[in-house]
């Protein structure tokens, strides 16, 4: 089956406008994640999506920062008046979300990476 | 409040000897453990993790992490590593405790290794 999937893979957009990555899960799973990677950092999460819970936000840095998950499937990341800071790999991630079991692992999608200018 | 700690930002290590990369975790109940690998220009791939069980936990491509409750402790292990396992290595945890609560990831650790 399809793993996770991102669009698009690059995005290239100018300071101060608004851009919008997409997440597309493995089918099925319940629980959603996007984190943030700068240029050889470490991983920063960013939201997190459990079925119809409310999802945790606490991650996002500013409000410009906002993020949907529509029928519990796919995902959408807006980043709004884009700086120059937002300039990052995008990763999103899937996972089963069973708790309790041992299907924690979460799938990685291969990110989009932004570049604003 | 969890968190996940990688004291070193890089190990180098030469091809054929053992390796090992360091994860320490702090998590106010039981905690899952993971690692995951991410070699250039592609996205993390999973590796092992820790539900329960044997502290001793074996995944892909012959790493293996033993889970230590007194130390709090993670680290991961290959006894005799390959210039291809040259990637940055990240360890996660999650509070077992917490369900609904997101993961934390360490700051990773390039790891290099020469031929």
């Known amino acids: 089956g399809a793993g996770v999937s991102q669009s698009p893979s690059n995005k290239v957009t100018e300071k101060g406008k608004d851009v919008e990555l997409r997440c597309d899960p493995i089918s099925g799973h319940t629980a959603l994640y996007w984190y943030r990677q700068s240029l050889g950092q470490g991983l920063e999460f960013l939201i997190y999506f459990q079925g119809n819970s409310a999802p945790d936000k606490s991650g996002l840095p500013s409000d410009r920062f906002s993020a949907e998950r529509t029928g519990g499937s796919v995902s959408t990341l807006t980043i709004q008046r884009t700086q120059q800071e937002d300039s990052a790999v995008y990763l999103c991630a899937s996972s089963p979300g069973t708790s309790g079991s041992s299907q924690e692992t979460q799938y990685f999608g291969p990110g989009t990476r932004l570049l604003v200018l | 409040a969890q968190s996940v700690a990688q004291p070193e930002d890089q190990v180098n290590v030469a091809e054929g000897n053992p390796l090992t990369v360091k994860c320490t975790y702090s998590?106010?109940?039981?905690?899952?453990l993971f690692w995951y690998v991410q070699y250039p220009n592609r996205g993390l791939q999973f590796l092992l993790k820790?539900?329960?069980?044997?502290?001793l936990v074996k995944g892909s491509y012959g790493f293996e992490a033993e889970f230590n409750k007194s130390q709090t402790s993670f680290h991961l292990k290959k006894p005799s590593a390959l210039v291809s396992d040259s990637a940055l290595y990240f360890c996660a945890v999650r509070d077992r405790g917490n369900y609904g609560q997101n993961f934390v990831f360490g700051p990773g650790t390039r790891l290099s290794v020469l031929p």
């Open positions: 998590v106010s109940g039981n905690p899952y």
């Open positions: 820790y539900i329960t069980g044997d502290n």
